[in-house]
């Protein structure tokens, strides 16, 4: 893979960092040492490294001015943007991290892989092909129940100011994922008079943005800063999940091992169907040209929806995307799809 500068900036380090990974990637996760890598000698290169760098420049477009922890947080603890590529731009190597040599390689890369934001490019988001399409407040109940299907249950007494949710990407890019996902069933589109308001009058609206997820496809993560700071957490993950010090009680024998084993459903979080009210907390972003989804399922529903509530105009000329299915970045989500799942194996 080329290298397209010294790295000197900010710019250069983020495109070193992309090409670092590809490279350790493509040759099965082993460390790639910086003489592996090489100036530009072909056309390709050179479209290759031009193109991370259009992209870039339409993420950085699309965060200016905003504060980074507000613009990329996501509910989930990890690295932000910044720190990630502060950890990518040294070109020698480090020797608190094992098997890292050059620059991006070794166990730093598959360290920094599931915290790097990535520029926005539809065709990478991952997103099952049927969206929505799992009840899970079937299985839930009580106040858990309540909650999911009403986020205004879990409503703060003392609301806290606000922070501003913007797409980090190309607006084309999101709208292409978007319609994407409304093809799956997995979008509803709203009027901002079908939206809650902050003390300014301002819609309250989630940001977006890609976290690097494997070599072909990107996460989405919705991030639901606002709403999540108008909600108390449900906590009960924390008493459902086994914690890793449980492990520390399992006494073996001197002849004996233990295995385990795990697994991941994909897309999960997306299969996960939400109320309307829910859904309503998941507005991303700007307004989009309704016109964009003309005709696909979130544009009949919010035909009917609004035709019933007696709105007008019934067909706005713009409106905002939400999604119909639990976000990643949702401050209760987890709690939601543990008990989901616990009560699906309770009754099977």
Partial sequence: MPLPSAADSLEDRYVNFIL??????????????????????????????????????AFEEACGGLDPEETLGSGRSGRLL???LERAGA?????????????NTGARVSDL??????????SRLAFPESAADWKIS???????????????????PDEPKLPKGKVCGSIK???????????????????????????????IVAGFFALWKSAAKDRTITSRLAQNRRERPLGASALLLAHG????????????????????????????????????????????????????????????RRKAAGLVPVIPNCARVAWRSLAMGDLN?????????????RRH
Avoid: W
């Fill in 20 to 57: 670092g990974v590809s490279s350790y990637v493509a040759v099965g996760g082993q460390p790639v040492p910086l003489a592996a890598f090489r100036r530009p000698t072909s056309k390709e290169h050179v479209a290759l490294i031009e193109h991370i760098r259009r992209q870039l420049g």
């Fill in 82 to 84: 910044s720190d990630a």
């Fill in 91 to 103: 070109t020698g190597s480090l020797s608190r991290l094992e098997g890292s040599s050059g620059i």
């Fill in 113 to 122: 892989q599931p915290c790097a934001v990535m520029p926005l490019v539809a």
């Fill in 138 to 156: 079937e299985f839930l109940h009580g106040e858990m129940k309540e909650a999911y299907e009403d986020p205004s249950s879990l409503r703060v």
């Fill in 173 to 203: 890019e999101f709208t292409s994922f978007a319609r994407r996902a409304d093809e799956a069933n997995g979008v509803e589109i709203f009027g901002d008079d079908e939206l809650e308001r902050d003390v300014d009058g301002e819609v």
């Fill in 245 to 304: 010090v449980l492990l520390a009680e399992i006494m073996l024998r001197p002849d004996e091992k233990l295995r385990l084993s795990g697994s991941d459903l994909p897309d999960a979080y997306h299969h996960a169907l939400v109320s309307t009210k829910r859904a309503k907390t998941y507005a991303v972003g700007k307004r989009v040209s309704t016109q964009d989804f003309a005709h696909g399922p979130a544009y009949e529903r919010m035909i009917a």
């Fill in 333 to 345: 989500a987890v709690c939601f799809m543990t008990t989901a799942h616990l009560n699906l194996l």
